[in-house]
């Protein structure tokens, strides 16, 4: 998932943001189509009941965090985008725990705070003054939507059952998810900026369809299930990592003290979030 951030960082200099969000989610839906045309005609049924529940998966999974953090790019900076989506996996337990009663442990509050304290080392590189001296813009606003939208998508991905195998439904959930960029996608190709064709989109579309789109998204279910919605959110935080690690591998970025630090108390937290209390007999 974390290689989405190569195309942050890479593809918008050829896509447009909306774009490359929509025919990303084109893509996948007609790669995956084929694979899954004649179980989801089988299963017209239950597709007609849960339609609904696809759409808003779609439009929050596919839409909202497909296009918004690219829409962020343009206007912030890499900085504010890592340290406000690092909020989505507090929104995950919140939600989880008013709406759907899901037990919080004083453990989890724990390794969520060395989850956070991990992640801000890494982002303002071990120096405070960074964070003292930000500047939020509204794209800002764009990365904040995107962090809620991406914590409607876990929660609801998780709670909504479905009858649909995990193929049918992120065939559905592709689709929907370009459905719901599609006016917006026209939107931009009419009054901002135009999409060419040319041999960088069709890498870049190729790239993100596959990677951060269907290989993430597919891992990321089957992790829920194993899982649940809020534990699972904390993934985003090695998402910084492995951020930083491409930064490394694809960028020249160099890996600094302050990088280890971060990774350390990211891996404490998570584990302190996933061992379950020993209980007395």
């Not at 969000?21 to 239950?46: C, D, E, G, H, Q």
């Not at 041999?199 to 279910?221: C, D, H, M, Q, R």
């Not at 160099?254 to 630090?261: D, Q, S, T, V």
Request: aromatic content about 20%; overall charge positive.
């Amino acid at each position: 998932m974390a290689s989405n951030l190569v195309v942050a960082r890479g593809g918008v200099e050829y896509v447009p943001p909306i774009s490359l969000a929509f025919w990303r989610w084109t893509l996948v839906f007609l790669i995956l189509l084929p694979f899954t045309y004649m179980s989801l005609k089988k299963n017209f049924k239950i597709i007609k009941k849960e339609y609904r529940q696809l759409f808003f998966l779609g439009s929050m999974g596919c839409g909202v965090c497909g296009a918004f953090p690219f829409l962020a790019g343009q206007t912030t900076t890499v900085t504010n985008m890592g340290i406000i989506y690092t909020s989505s996996p507090i929104f995950i337990i919140l939600i989880s725990g008013i709406f759907f009663y899901e037990k919080i442990n004083f453990k989890k509050i724990i390794g969520l705070v060395a989850c956070l304290i991990g992640v801000f080392i890494i982002i303002i590189k071990g120096n405070f003054n960074l964070l003292i001296n930000l500047n939020f813009t509204i794209g800002d606003l764009w990365m904040l939507a995107a962090a809620i939208g991406w914590a409607l998508y876990s929660i609801y991905l998780f709670y909504w059952k479905t009858k649909l195998e995990i193929f049918q439904r992120f065939t559905l959930i592709a689709f929907f998810g370009a459905v719901s960029l599609l006016p917006f996608y026209l939107g931009e190709e009419l009054l901002f900026e135009r999409t060419f064709f040319n041999k960088e989109f069709f890498i870049w579309v190729i790239f993100a369809a596959i990677s951060p789109g269907i290989i993430a998204f597919t891992l990321y279910t089957i992790t829920q299930k194993k899982l649940g919605a809020s534990l699972t959110g904390f993934t985003l935080y090695i998402f910084t990592i492995y951020g930083a690690v491409y930064g490394y591998l694809l960028f020249g970025e160099k890996l600094e003290n302050f990088h280890y630090i971060g990774t350390i108390l990211v891996f404490f937290g998570i584990y302190l979030a996933k061992k379950k209390n020993v209980q007395k007999i």
